[in-house]
């Protein structure tokens, strides 16, 4: 009996080590080996080390990933499911993509990314089923050859430790809260009206949302943008006091009871403010009392009317004057009639009586310090100073686009139709590539106070207008110019700005913004008439321009004319015939 025992207990031990020896050999036969992974491992068994180590490395990986994981947002249908702020006010979720990839290519290895450690070779879903040759870290501390590059430029930038006290102190008891619409420069204008108007008003401002360009985005619901890749919120707070949306939302309850209108207000613009931003008129929604939170009084806009009043505080305070705590300011544009004169390039005041300043300085004051955020103005510098050695000559706005401007070529023609007329058929013509390259080389070259500087040229375009401005750096390029472009400023980030997660979900605003940042640096300017981008670019350059060379600042559109009419020697009649013929055209068509 008992040698049949030993006999059973010999055979178990006996397997069991076979299986032992076995499952050794199968081991060694794997080959998978990855980075060293910088944890504490606990080897209790084989199956946990092998599972602890496998999520060590998924998290790992997740860490270095270059670009964060996109976030669902839901939309909704109905009125009744409210997006929430913190939703609002996150990245846009927008689908992505990292650099130098598109959906037809697979991404870049990451090893061609400066500093950047190579990646391992299972995707993170993988399970490990190999060999696995490991050094176990028994501290903390990070390989310095592992760990990912970092961001060299800090988004967001750091609030001041001390709470700024603002040159204009105004009313912390009331609000008034802008809607922006319309384009990235137009919100930007909007803003800044909104600031003269809370100033007039004593009111606290509240930081609005902002929205991308509606050829950056596929859905109305993911097109918002972190205001603070648009302004500089720490130079606002300098000027006048500003609360977020989430503080309005907690004073106000997420209501607002006044309405200062703009333009008529039907009951889907209330729907609209409801659904996007969380706001209502009372708790309830209850619309028959809406009237009475509508300023200014007893006003009846036409449908396609829009509110305009000039800058005195009188009548501001005749249209908007109410001690209501909860203000709403929906869409203004150019609803302020007012001189956009840029701020004087001197230092800062320490303090303002606002009893003598004019509503000109006052106003020229809000552009000051509504200015451009730090990291967009470093995006711009280091740009030119990487590039062009820190001299840019020469800049560009070519605005005129087919599918986006060359819109207002189509359709009736409802302001300055002989002027849009002629722009419409200069800039949207077969020859704009030649007419532009040289317009920019005749204007370069009779400009005095360029002889001795670097030929160097940046031009800012939509991208559907590259194909155009290839062929002009080609022509200029010829000429002895170094021609750059936005594909370029692109280059130069995927080197340098890989890490950066806060830019490449946002890639085209933050390009277009450096982009103004860049030509705002340059010695002379060539912008588009009619263009919000140029208007911004202008109101800034004196700021950062010696006066010599703006005063060498042209209108692209001229200078095209220009060339155009050289290049075919035509007579003032000739072009004024050429004119009459395609407004006859146009109107046929219309």
């Not at 490395?57 to 270059?66: G, H, L, N």
């Not at 993988?126 to 430029?153: D, F, G, H, T, Y």
């Not at 000051?368 to 001299?391: C, D, Q, T, V």
Request: glycine share 2%; net charge positive.
């Amino acid at each position: 009996m008992a040698g049949s025992f030993q006999r059973r207990w010999i055979r178990l031990v006996t397997i069991f080590a076979i299986a032992m020896l076995l499952s050794l050999i199968t081991t060694q036969k794997l080959d998978y080996d990855i980075r060293p992974v910088p944890t504490k491992i606990h080897l209790n068994s084989k199956v946990e080390f092998k599972k602890e180590l496998e999520d060590v490395v998924m998290k790992k990986r997740q860490e270095d990933s270059p670009i964060p994981s996109e976030t669902p947002i839901q939309t909704h249908a109905s009125t009744s499911k409210i997006i929430s702020e913190e939703s609002q006010t996150k990245e846009s979720t927008r689908e992505f993509l990292p650099p130098g990839k598109s959906k037809s290519e697979k991404p870049p290895p990451t090893a061609a990314v400066p500093n950047q450690p190579s990646p391992s070779r299972f995707t993170a879903t993988e399970p490990l089923k190999s060999k696995i040759q490991v050094n176990v870290a028994r501290s903390n501390k990070v390989n310095s050859k592992s760990s990912s590059s970092s961001c060299s430029i800090t988004f967001p930038e750091p609030k001041p430790l001390v709470p700024t006290v603002p040159l204009i102190n105004l009313r912390g008891d009331r609000f008034i809260f802008p809607i922006l619409a319309n384009g990235p420069n137009n919100q930007l204008m909007s803003f800044r009206e909104t600031i003269y108007i809370a100033i007039r008003l004593n009111r606290t401002i509240v930081l609005p949302k902002f929205h991308k360009h509606r050829m950056d985005t596929k859905s109305f619901l993911l097109n918002s943008i972190d205001a603070r890749h648009r302004v500089d919120i720490n130079s606002v707070r300098k000027l006048v006091p500003v609360i977020t949306v989430k503080e309005f939302k907690q004073i106000c309850n997420s209501t607002y009871n006044a309405v200062f209108r703009t333009h008529s207000m039907a009951q889907r613009d209330y729907v609209r403010i409801y659904e996007y931003h969380g706001l209502k008129y009372t708790q309830n929604f209850d619309w028959t009392n809406i009237k009475d939170a509508e300023f200014p009084r007893n006003e009846t806009f036409k449908k396609s009317k829009l509110l305009s009043f000039n800058s005195s505080s009188s009548q501001i305070r005749a249209l908007y004057g109410t001690d209501r705590t909860c203000s709403i300011y929906p869409w203004p544009f150019k609803t302020l009639k007012i001189d956009e004169v840029p701020p004087k390039p001197k230092k800062p005041e320490s303090s303002f009586d606002l009893r003598k300043l004019t509503d000109t300085m006052l106003f020229s004051e809000i552009i000051r310090y509504a200015a451009p955020p730090p990291h967009i103005n470093r995006l711009a510098s280091e740009f030119i100073a990487s590039k062009m050695n820190g001299k840019l000559t020469i800049a560009v706005h070519w605005r005129f686009d087919r599918d986006d401007w060359g819109l207002k070529c189509t359709g009736p023609v409802k302001w300055g139709k002989q002027v849009r007329h002629e722009m419409c058929q200069l800039l949207l013509g077969l020859d704009s590539d030649l007419d532009l390259a040289s317009a920019i080389y005749e204007r370069a070259e009779n400009t005095t106070v360029l002889k001795k500087a670097s030929k160097t040229i940046y031009i800012a375009s939509p991208p559907s207008e590259m194909e155009i401005i290839e062929k002009v750096a080609e022509y200029l390029g010829k000429k002895g110019y170094k021609v750059y472009t936005g594909e370029d400023l692109r280059d130069y980030w995927k080197q340098k700005y890989s890490s950066c997660k806060w830019l490449w979900p946002n890639v085209e605003d933050i390009l277009s913004s450096t982009e103004m940042g860049i030509c705002t640096n340059a010695l002379v300017f060539y912008g588009s008439i009619t263009s919000s981008w140029t208007a911004n670019v202008q109101l800034l350059r004196p700021i950062a321009v010696p006066k010599k060379y703006l005063e060498n600042d042209d209108s692209i559109f001229r200078l095209v004319r220009k060339a155009r009419k050289k290049r075919l020697n035509l007579t003032t009649a000739e072009q004024a015939e050429e004119l009459r013929s395609y407004s006859k055209r146009q109107n046929a068509t219309t």
